[in-house]
């Protein structure tokens, strides 16, 4: 029997019985036990390793020196990297809201050909690892680079690189968060502003930006948050001269082994992605809240007018230049060889960084997202499931704040603390293939929850509980109720979290096997070391990841825009 094409019938019943009492129950005691299974993950390969590095930083012979924190932040270096960090954060923030918000109001409000296509576009650097977005500009703007050959200007180990190369990495975020919600306002109230005799400026501030201000704030705090974390891209474009926190405790752990810093390091970016995060939730519950939305397709239309036709250019060349033009001279790079040699010394092991050949990475780093895909996506539903429910406890909603958590932890230190914590009976992990996968699969399980959740939450209750009248189990009921209807949505959760999988770096760069690179590590591995091959070929590996996560991003497009089963 389909229960999702069920309809119930029969006298109405105001109270509840007896029998809606048992399923109240047993549908609490369901959560409670599908909640097991991410508490247990989160506990054991999140919480116990990043509990363990902190102690090993800051416990002495059993004693907590928690005046260690005063010591650390008394140092001036200490000082400088918690200011640079800030600094450079909101100011990426600034520079990306000015940039990003042209293009959100094209996006949201202009109707032309090829748009689909360019949203994707848009997109692609947003799922690019970090390390290919730093490759990208170190391409552009780095010694040799096409800036370089072009005016001998270099920008690399610069701030400005910084800057630029985190204006292209967010500037999707923007357009699609506050372009998302532009297209669904009511362009109406702005033209009934317009038509009491309010300029056009006047009227946009007055109508259109309050309503617009809880998108652009959560816009913002999500670019800030992952400026404010930056690694890969600091990494490589910042050289000696700058460090955010990320990157210094990156440096205190592998370089300086001054676990103690790195500790109180990693606290103090916990509890200011903690605020973030909080702040974020906040903006994201006041954005569904306070607004009436219409759809999206009647607000669009086609240019009018040289100014809008000048916007649409305008936004445009801001497209290529500062979103295509690192991508295509990361691509020019890896070519620059004759006969695609960059891409054929990949298949050769030189004996140096890596103990197998470089091209061995794909292969590696395809596998491990596979495998962390499907732990996301598993632990990932079955959190989902459990907090479909909205009259949830504090319990409940606790835990949705727990699946947030890998967010606001440095991925370096869930990496140094895998080495660290999973390390003896039952839990030696050290030489398993799968310590990878789990680490990359804490990144991906967030996505998977905040893609999977509203889905679940829009599914009409009753269809539920009607399946359960007629005596199916709660298994069946997610089976013929609940998946069919959130199939699209766990396609496109399975395809973030395989992209992120795919990038991540900060905490994989520590677990990594030197015989079984992914695709970021030696990336950066080929960087660290001179000579114009290994350059080459740290271009040729970058593009190659370049495509792989494009490729996952144009089909997650197509599963959204496809309008035979949209969700």
């Not at 532009?182 to 109508?207: I, K, N, T, Y």
Request: hydrophobic content about 55%.
């Amino acid at each position: 029997m389909d229960f999702a094409r069920t309809e119930v019938t029969g006298p109405e019943v105001t109270g509840p019985t007896e029998a809606a009492v048992r399923r109240d129950r047993r549908g609490s005691a369901a959560r409670l036990g599908l909640m097991a299974v991410p508490v247990a993950f989160f506990a054991v390969f999140f919480a116990y390793p990043v509990a363990a590095i902190v102690a090993r930083g800051l416990e002495v012979d059993g004693v907590w020196q928690f005046g260690r924190i005063g010591e650390v932040l008394a140092q001036s270096d200490v000082r400088h990297v918690l200011w640079f960090t800030t600094w450079q954060a909101v100011v990426s923030t600034a520079l990306t809201l000015l940039i990003a918000l042209p293009g959100a109001y094209v996006f949201a409000r202009f109707d032309f050909r090829g748009k689909q296509v360019l949203r994707a576009a848009v997109t692609v650097p947003f799922v690019l690892p970090t390390v290919v977005v730093g490759t990208a500009f170190l391409a552009l703007v780095g010694r040799g680079g096409l800036l370089d050959e072009l005016w001998g200007v270099r920008l690399d180990t610069t701030v400005w690189a910084i800057l630029l190369a985190h204006v292209f990495f967010n500037y999707a975020v923007v357009v699609r968060t506050v372009g998302g919600l532009w297209a669904q306002l009511d362009p109406r109230q702005e033209e009934a502003a317009r038509m009491l005799g309010a300029s056009p400026l006047r009227a946009w501030r007055q109508v259109t930006l309050p309503a617009l201000a809880p998108a652009v704030a959560a816009a913002a705090l999500m670019v800030f948050l992952f400026t404010f974390t930056s690694f890969g891209v600091v990494q490589i474009l910042g050289g000696p001269t700058f460090s955010t926190l990320e990157v210094e405790i990156y440096r205190q752990t592998s370089e300086i082994f001054d676990l103690s810093t790195a500790a109180v390091l990693t606290l103090i970016q916990f509890v200011a992605v903690g605020a973030i995060l909080a702040l974020h939730a906040w903006t994201v519950r006041r954005r569904e809240t306070a607004l009436r939305l219409v759809d999206p397709s009647v607000t669009a239309r086609r240019p009018r007018g040289t100014g809008q036709w000048a916007l649409l250019g305008g936004v445009l060349a801001t497209v290529v230049v500062l979103l295509l033009l690192p991508l295509a001279v990361l691509v020019e790079r890896s070519l620059d060889a004759p006969g695609f040699g960059y891409y054929r010394a990949l298949t050769r092991d030189d004996g140096g960084v890596f103990l197998v050949a470089p091209i061995e990475a794909i292969g590696n780093s395809l596998s491990y997202a596979v495998a962390a895909t499907l732990i996301a996506v598993v632990i990932g539903g079955l959190a989902s499931v459990a907090l479909t429910r909205r009259d949830a406890g504090r319990f409940v909603r606790g835990f949705d704040a727990l699946l947030m958590l890998p967010l606001g932890v440095s991925a370096v230190t869930v990496g140094f603390g895998f080495l660290i914590a999973l390390d003896e009976p039952p839990l030696d992990l050290r030489s398993s293939w799968i310590l990878v996968p789990l680490a990359q699969a804490l990144v991906g399980v967030p996505f998977v929850v905040r893609t999977m959740l509203p889905v679940l939450r829009a599914v009409d209750v009753r269809l539920r509980e009607a399946a359960s009248v007629l005596g199916a189990s709660p298994w069946r009921v997610w089976r013929e109720v609940d998946l069919p209807m959130v199939r699209r949505a766990l396609l496109i959760a399975a395809g973030f979290a395989f992209a992120v999988s795919l990038g991540e770096f900060g905490a994989t760069v520590f677990i990594a096997r030197p015989d079984n690179p992914t695709l970021p590590v030696a990336v950066a591995r080929l960087l660290g070391r001179p000579g114009e091959l290994n350059y080459g070929q740290a271009m040729a590996l970058s593009t190659i990841l370049m495509v792989v996560c494009a490729v996952a991003l144009l089909v997650l497009e197509r599963l959204r825009t496809d309008r035979s089963g949209e969700f």
